[in-house]
Nanobody
Framework: QVELVESGGGLVQAGASLRLSCGFSGRTFATYIMAWFRQAPGKQRELVATISPGYSTTYADFVEGRFTISRDHAKNTVYLQMNSLKPDDTAVYLC????????????WGQGTQVTVSS
């Protein structure tokens, strides 16, 4: 069973930066595609970014070059560096994992709150 534990959220002002971390345990990290999602109050969960075991990345259009997803196989950790934060980025950010042979994210973290004030 995969366990994901996020950290790094907080309250910041617009324009600031935050780095989220997600620790992975329970299976072989190198065989999982990792992702960050977010969910704001009253809105649907949306995909923010993904990273493959081979470090290929994808981003949602709203990221607009402000966020960077990365992973460290030695630490079994995935990161989301968020720069130039906007109030619209306020949400609970969730880490997710899916095995490279599957099509849905089966494992989720508990989420970390990011609040951006104007």
């Amino acid at each position: 069973q995969v366990e994901l534990v996020e950290s790094g959220g907080g309250l910041v002002q617009a324009g600031a930066s935050l780095r989220l971390s997600c620790g992975f345990s329970g299976r072989t990290f190198a065989t999982y595609i990792m992702a960050w999602f977010r969910q704001a109050p009253g809105k649907q969960r949306e995909l923010v970014a993904t990273i493959s075991p081979g470090y290929s990345t994808t981003y949602a259009d709203f990221v607009e070059g402000r966020f960077t997803i990365s992973r460290d196989h030695a630490k079994n950790t995935v990161y989301l560096q968020m720069n130039s934060l906007k109030p619209d980025d306020t949400a609970v950010y969730l880490c997710a994992a899916r095995h490279y042979s599957t099509f849905q994210y089966d494992y989720w973290g508990q989420g970390t709150q990011v609040t951006v004030s104007s």
